[in-house]
């Protein structure tokens, strides 16, 4: 930007402060937001300017009403249409808006930090993230995000408390445990000081040749450096497998599945990067189903289409099956995984083996209520409405009745069930439990009307 418009900036900016020490915050964000307009990547910018927001609100999160949130969805609509065209410094200012409304926004700043991001600015990213870290919480999207942007500062001991939180919340997470070991090194390298003792080196001063070699390698892009690795150390797994996460997080799912076609070759026996690889296959076939979706409601004229997009999906659900039974094989008593591959059988119609896997998995207090309401539904499919009936009732039984979402679902499946076996009286005491908690629950409301215009018996 011109000096002209440096100095524009630094008097809005200077508006914005004089308006703060007089409590004038509306017209301070004001100015604050016409600064970040000129120079959208500064940090003290931003910061005056949700200083200046939050006061607004006593700087007590509680005191932002629900009705921030209906404001702000279709401010975050909008900024996810330039998102999409990659129009990043706009994207950040149309979250401005939505920071009006609610300076605690987890959304919106989660949104505004990954277009610091793409425009560099690596420590607001950074801060706008850690504005809000109390109110995610737990929240495991955002502690991913969170260590990511701590990664892209270099602040790995930070990065990895976050992985650290993520693998507690969820155990199973492989790519927590990867990541983890891999900014450990990082951190290790960070401690020796290598990168400052070459920086303090004096012009003319000559370099060993190991540390030539050192400053050659860290200048290099983390693409470059990870095929180097890969390289000098073949038979070294890490490289593989972080260079495959640096292409997924580019989203070049191809060049992702290519070097774990190499790993698979070098690691046949490696269960992460047969885990790895299959995530990949997934997520490509997936990519493929939505791009072939899109096409088929944007062009209702190709006739090819439709067939291409089913084809598709059943090769998806042939994959997930064929993979998880892998998985299982390796791992018979994890209730989780024999329950997503009984998912992955119901939707191919293969209800029978459907059936098998989710009586494994309700062995697991975890999965048991889901696991009964599957089996239920999977034995209506054959046909075989008593079982469905004990596996609904089962499924209540140990179901909270304080989930409504829960009980409202095993309450309806038991309604329809009494229905199609003639027991009208029954399905309606299920039907009117459901509506008595949402009577505008699926279609309860007009299942009640048709029961209650049969005729007398």
Known sequence: MSSAEQRKAETFFQYGSDAVQKNNYDYAIQMYREACKLVPTSLPYRQALRHAQRKKFGNDATKVG?????????????????????????????LEEAFVNNPWDIGASMDAAEACENLGAHDVAQWLLESVSQQAGDDVKFLRFLAIVYENNENFQKSINCWERVKKLDPSDEDAIRKINGLSASATIARSGLGEAISRQQPGELMSSADAEEYKYQALNPEERLLRDIQKEPDQVRA???????????????????????????????????????????SRLRQAIDTWARRVQTHPDDEEAPGKLEKLKAMLRDYEIKEFKRRLK???????LAFQLGQRYAEAERHDEAIAMFQQARN??????????????????????????????????????????VMNDIHYNLGRIAESMGNHVLAEEHYNEVAANDYSYRDVAQR??????????
Do not use: C
């Open 448 to 457: 009640l009307k048709n029961l209650n215009r049969r005729p007398a018996t």
């Open 364 to 405: 697991s207090p975890e999965y048991k209520v889901r696991a009964l309401v599957e089996a239920g539904l999977s034995f209506e499919a054959n046909g075989v409405l008593k079982l469905a009936e004990r596996s609904f009732q089962e499924a209540l039984k140990h179901a909270n009745a304080e989930d409504s979402s």
């Open 240 to 282: 593989y497998l972080e260079l495959a996460d640096y292409y997924r997080g580019q989203l070049k799912l191809e060049d992702a599945e290519k070097i774990l076609s190499k790993a698979r070759k070098q690691f046949p026996e490696d269960e992460v990067v047969h885990l790895e690889y299959a995530e990949i296959q997934i």
């Open 66 to 94: 629900h009705i921030a949130m209906a404001r702000n969805q279709p401010i975050k609509l909008r900024a996810r249409a330039s998102k999409s065209k990659g129009n990043w410094a706009y994207v950040l200012e149309l």
């Open 330 to 336: 390796n791992r018979p008593d994890d209730a989780r």
